[in-house]
């Protein structure tokens, strides 16, 4: 009997084992199996297997930090949004003139706006739309633009028979001008030509506060005599690297007189009434072995006692390179009949 009894308790034992081998097999098996398709449609989320009534269950949790998908969602939305805020309504205020400031009617605008799009999901956009907008000037030469949404424009053309726009920026942001102050562009007549005594030089000079007098006119440059602009650069010959040292010039107009002109735009093609003084300055620092410049000046000049005027662009350097100890450079054009116009 005790035989008989022990080997039931036996097969017992071995069928206990058999179950547990079973449901450890299938557990495995459930395991290798679902992390794969986790990751296909969670993406790195935790996940976390349970079984609840034989049946297998799935129980994600958010990361505590952001995962890169996230993060690169998130950088894409910002990016969308960011550029369509760039997106404004276009309101702007033009006038058109004439080369005597007398408006112009019926000229021709033609514009174009451009409106960002941004496309999903590619986060820099697709294209950006060019809208067309055309416009005409009324009775005092105005015109506006508006009723569109749009990052900036160009003006693409500004069109009258018998009439050249004068050259300039035709680039603008969304917002321009107003009523009271409005954009202005000039139009000159097309027969509207002068004579103008141009040149572009450039002069060694040594930078030693000694004056150069340039005649314009002639395109000469000499340490005396006749001429119409009077110039000197100051800045030691000898320069300690690193070391600060003061840079100065001056430009003087002989019998006339300056007016810069910062509007970059501008063609210079009317010289003004007024506003002219007889000295321009200008001084910095700068350290020993640094090359000194007065940059790149825009004047009217006034000449001969209001007899001639013109306009030049002109630079002074000190050094200009190790061998030049100075250089001036300079670009004019003079109109000897006494007018203002400097239309060539």
């Known amino acids: 009997m005790r035989s008989k009894f022990s080997i039931c308790i036996s097969i017992l034992v071995l069928i206990l084992f058999a179950v547990l081998f079973m449901r450890q097999s299938e557990q495995r098996e459930t395991a290798s199996k679902s992390p794969e398709k986790v990751n296909q449609s969670t993406s790195n989320i935790p996940v976390t297997i349970a079984k609840t009534n034989g049946m297998t269950q799935l129980i994600t949790s958010s990361p505590t930090n952001p995962q890169p998908l996230v993060n690169d969602r998130l950088k894409t939305n910002a990016i969308r949004q960011y550029m369509e805020s760039q997106n404004k309504p276009v309101e702007f205020y033009g006038q058109v003139i004439d080369q005597d400031e007398n408006p112009l009617s019926g000229v021709r605008v033609t514009v174009e706006v451009r409106h960002t799009n941004v496309m999903v999901p590619a986060p820099w956009g697709d294209e950006d739309q060019i809208i067309p907008i055309e416009k005409e000037t009324d009775a005092s030469g105005h015109f506006e633009i508006n009723g569109v949404t749009g990052d900036g424009f160009n003006i693409e053309s500004i069109q009258k028979d018998g009439y050249e726009v004068e050259p300039g920026l035709r680039t603008y942001h969304a917002v321009g001008g107003s009523l009271e102050q409005p954009i202005v562009f000039r139009m000159w007549k097309t027969n509207i030509h002068e004579q103008l005594i141009t040149g572009e030089k450039k002069f060694q ?29 100051k800045y030691p010959p000898q320069v300690n690297r690193g070391q600060l040292y003061d840079w100065s010039c001056e430009i003087d107009v002989i019998n006339g007189g300056l007016l810069e002109e910062n509007n970059l735009s501008s063609a210079m ?76």
């Open 205 to 233: 000079i040594v930078p030693d506060e000694k004056s150069y007098v340039i005649d314009l006119t002639r395109g000469t440059i000499a340490q005396s005599g006749e001429g119409n602009l009077k110039v000197w650069v």
């Open 269 to 344: 093609y009317s010289a003004p009434i007024e506003g002219y003084t007889s000295t321009f300055q200008f001084q910095q620092q700068i350290k020993g072995g640094q090359y000194g410049s007065s940059g790149s000046r825009r004047f009217y000049v006034m000449l001969k006692n209001g007899q001639e005027y013109g306009r030049i662009t002109i630079e002074l350097f000190a050094p200009y390179t190790d061998e030049i100890s100075g250089m001036i450079r300079i670009q004019y054009a003079i109109n000897p009949t006494g007018s203002r116009i400097l239309k060539p």
